[in-house]
């Protein structure tokens, strides 16, 4: 039984890995947030007291991540500013809480031989060309394409040499797109699935080529606390479930399963520099660790998560109109 610190607790996959936690160990959680635009004290409602605790904290703040370090023995990272298109109208925060910030935290581990793990994305590796058969591997060099990459793709290097440098006991993970419930607004399958539920058409960036390789936050929940318990310290472990698919698939997907025509949706300004495509090849943490994704279909979790929003209206709500407000001012 270990007392685990959660940064990002309030945010999409945090929330998820905090529910999977209590409802599948006995550990404790604290979650260490500072409650940012993507942060929502919502999505910890309900959870038992006795081995839950949340701290409203910010990540860069030395003297508060201190505190809690002396008193957890592993803490899994998930703070971040984590929104592309965001970065991309303002580069700053990214700089401050996934580099400041996740060096703050490593300084911290490095004090208190803290057993360390750190979320990261496949972004780190940028994409890859449609007609490639290649996959994300961990030998895959480094090469990030926006703001909010490149500063996650700094993160991941900080970790590297703090364990190399000071011996600090980390794991690193790179994921693929994650779906599921508690997930902003503002990133695409929820922004669609509201856009459908308050009558707005869904908005499809380019010609919506682009590829993203979609694992459910539940599977990813499961590969964290794998790699947790049984991984190498100083390895990097890629996390997908072979999902890949289009983003014109996933609009029409949702359209026709809400029982609204295929073809009800409007294309709009592409994002800048944006990425073709991204592929994971998971051999390696389901060969050395024995992780599987349980949800081997699309079409199910996608109608789960749809059921989800339809029936979560006022966790979303507060959220939508400022949402669609920024993308009007963008052409989106
Ligand atoms: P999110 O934006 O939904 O949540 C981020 C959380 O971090 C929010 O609760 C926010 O309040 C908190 N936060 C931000 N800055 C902070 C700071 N300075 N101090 C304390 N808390 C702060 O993000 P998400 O989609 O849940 O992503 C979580 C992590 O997973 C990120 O590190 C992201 O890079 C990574 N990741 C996400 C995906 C995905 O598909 N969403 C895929 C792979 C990896
Ligand atoms: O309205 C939209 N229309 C659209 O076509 C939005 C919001 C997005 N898109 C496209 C852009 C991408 O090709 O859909 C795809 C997915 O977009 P996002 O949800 O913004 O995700 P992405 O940029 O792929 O990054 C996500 O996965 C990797 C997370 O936001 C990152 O935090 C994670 O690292």
Not at 308 to 325: F, G, I, L, M, S
Request: hydrophobic share 35%; aromatic share 10%; glycine share 8%.
């Amino acid at each position: 039984m270990s007392k685990i610190l959660v940064t990002g607790g309030a945010g999409f996959i945090g929330s998820n890995f905090v529910h999977y936690l209590l409802e599948n160990t006995d550990h404790s959680v604290t979650v260490l947030d500072s409650l940012t635009y993507a942060g929502n004290r919502a999505s910890l409602d309900g959870l038992p007291a006795d081995r839950f605790s949340f701290v409203q904290g910010d990540i860069c703040d030395a003297h508060i991540v201190d505190e809690l370090f002396a008193t957890h023995d592993t803490v899994v990272h998930y703070a971040a500013e984590s929104h592309n298109d965001n970065s991309l109208d303002n580069p700053r925060p990214f700089l401050d809480t996934n580099i400041v910030g996740t060096y703050t935290l490593l300084e911290a581990a490095r004090k208190h031989d803290t057993r360390f793990h750190h979320i990261s994305t496949d972004e780190v590796y940028g994409d890859l060309e449609l007609d490639d058969p290649a996959r994300f591997t961990e030998a895959t060099p480094y090469n990030p394409s926006s703001p909010y990459s490149s500063t996650k793709a700094g993160s991941d290097l900080l970790v590297r040499a703090w364990v190399r440098s000071f011996g600090v006991r980390a794991t690193i993970s790179n994921c693929s797109n994650n779906y599921g419930p508690y997930q902003h607004v503002e990133k695409f399958i929820p922004r669609q699935i509201t856009n459908v539920l308050r009558g707005i058409r869904p908005k499809l960036y380019g010609a919506g080529e682009n590829v993203r390789d979609w694992i459910h936050a539940d599977d990813h929940s499961r590969a964290i606390m794998t790699i947790v318990d049984k991984g190498v310290i100083g390895e990097t472990y890629l996390v997908g479930a072979d999902g890949e698919k289009n983003n014109k698939e996933v609009i029409e997907l949702i359209l026709t399963t809400m029982g609204q025509p295929s073809d009800a949706y409007d294309h709009v300004t592409d994002r800048a520099g944006h990425d073709m495509r991204y592929a994971i090849d998971s051999n390696k943490l389901r060969t050395e660790l024995g992780w599987m994704p349980e949800y081997g279909d699309f079409e199910t979790g996608l109608a789960a998560t749809i059921d989800w929003y339809t029936a979560n209206e006022a966790w979303w709500a507060p959220a939508k109109d400022a949402t669609e407000a920024f993308y009007a001012t963008k052409g989106q």
